[in-house]
């Protein structure tokens, strides 16, 4: 394929249908899917992502983003950003440096501020009374209250990779929390001579495995992207005790797919060869069933 | 072997003697290196390690640092944490929580406060006059000036093998920046299933390299610990354009030990078999080579 791309989600419909417009009219797959992002960042609608994102048990609304370039390995990251628009561009930005790749909490605010980056309030009238509900509550985390991390891998026509992800990850998570969707090698991975990596889920869990890494690392042993998901899923699933609720999303080189979940769990893939699709994954006997959906098929953002 | 050790840097030296009597005492390897790991923490003279280590360039000197428990797989980590005696010991006790794992800055610093952990600013005079030096020298930061992490790997009675890692990261770093000290699978990785490993060297680059879990995964294919350390450092030096210094120690679960390093490189290994021994390792030909030295050979602490 010339170019493809993949993304968690069908709330990444409108953003892989962006990227895959601009992948299609040769733009490189970091300016793709950074766009790809952006757009799900923004919208209101999606709950656990930039705009209307989740806040945590103090009511501050915190995100998380990373970006990787598969033909550098360069790698930029924000953790614990409050009161920004796109984490996804701050991290991209952050990639360039030589030094300091990865900003947490007050610096890396300072750093957005300093560097221009659009300020915003990510807190809505409707993120604000979900969460008075939930402090009224107080009801124990449970495991899968909102961690609907967006993540797109890309390839473009010139054969570069690159991976991109952005969350406000747990609701009503400690002050400070940071999970895996910063964290290269855990939440995502690109190598443009291999394949790339996301993953959506318990992020606790996905340090743990250090998933995306795990993943692309059986492809360049060999695996196909599909055999390489399902054999990683089939491996935590039996190291790690009543391992939570991840799903993994995988590009090869070539542009294939490759996707596994312990859940229900929609995602979007477009690429050259074929036009964008939404498809809903799930565990059945120890593998990943695939198949096409209509976007009313599934409740599931 | 029943019981070992494997500790970065000289410094290591006294820690890695604690730990190497604490775990010939039966105790478990969690308690044995995060004992370890407090002495160097601890000791002034160490300069990129808790009390007195290196500020930002804002004159902060915040901490990182990372545990691993290899029986569970069980992370916990802080980053950017300021005032406190112990990141170790922080990071090992969010390393018991379900959520919430991985805590950074103002949020790290709240949990450790409610948690009772000891507060202790850790600029040291010295250290402040060495901040006004380079302060006023205005320097470009340099890739090796302050940076080195202390990471313990320790194999029990048990068969348990757990990583523990902490530093003040990178001299004069922006505020916020988190190296890969604090990332399971960058700066540090354990299973007792394998084994265990653990970085020193320029974050930035180990991060990218997703190097602790490279290394233990080589070992889970077959390798053994040297063979999986001098092929990790040869891949990375491939495929990263102008690596930088980057050290590794690693331990299987049999407690043989590997290392490999692109730069001098000062480390100490102990177990029921061998006394405490201090190495020096320097890479040569495509290889790691190790000699065995006294303390006075070097001057690298």
Same sequence: chains 1, 2.
């Avoid at 705009?51 to 790698?75: A, I, N, R, W």
């Avoid at 891998?153 to 009503?172: E, H, N, Q, R, W």
Wanted: hydrophobic content about 35%; glycine content about 10%; charged content about 25%.
């Amino acid at each position: 394929m010339k170019w493809a791309v993949i993304s968690t989600w069908k709330m990444s419909t409108e953003g892989n249908a962006k990227a895959a417009e601009l992948l299609a009219d040769n733009v490189k797959a970091g300016d793709a899917i950074v766009e790809g992002v952006t757009l799900v960042e923004d919208n209101p609608a999606y709950s656990s992502v930039g705009y209307s994102g989740l806040p945590d048990k103090d009511g501050h609304v915190t995100l998380d983003g990373g970006y990787m370039d598969g033909d550098t390995l360069k790698v930029g990251a924000v953790g614990c950003l409050e009161g920004f628009r796109s984490p996804i561009r701050v991290a991209r930005k952050l990639s360039e440096n030589s030094f300091n790749n990865f900003l947490v909490g007050a610096g890396a605010e300072e750093y957005a501020r300093l560097n221009g980056f659009e300020e915003r309030d990510n807190m809505t009238p409707e993120t604000f009374r979900r969460y008075l509900r939930e402090k009224d509550k107080r009801a124990e985390l449970k495991s899968y209250d909102g961690h609907d991390t967006v993540c797109f891998i890309g390839k473009d026509v010139y054969g570069s990779l690159c991976a991109a992800v952005s969350t406000s990850g747990l609701f009503m998570k400690e002050p400070g929390r940071v999970g895996d969707s910063p964290i290269a090698g855990a939440g995502f991975y690109a190598d443009s001579q291999i394949g790339g990596a996301g993953v959506t889920g318990v992020g606790e869990d996905c340090i743990r495995g250090t998933v995306s890494f795990r993943v692309v690392n059986k492809m360049a042993q060999g695996r196909s992207p599909q055999q390489a998901a399902d054999e990683t899923m089939r491996e935590l699933s039996e190291r790690i005790e009543n391992l939570r609720h991840m799903s993994i999303v995988v590009l090869n080189k070539a542009g294939e797919f490759g996707v596994a979940t312990n859940c229900v769990f929609p995602f979007v893939y477009a690429s050259d060869e074929c036009e964008q699709k939404l498809y809903l994954a799930t565990w059945e006997n120890d593998a990943t069933v695939i198949k096409e959906i209509r976007p009313e098929d599934t409740e599931r953002d």
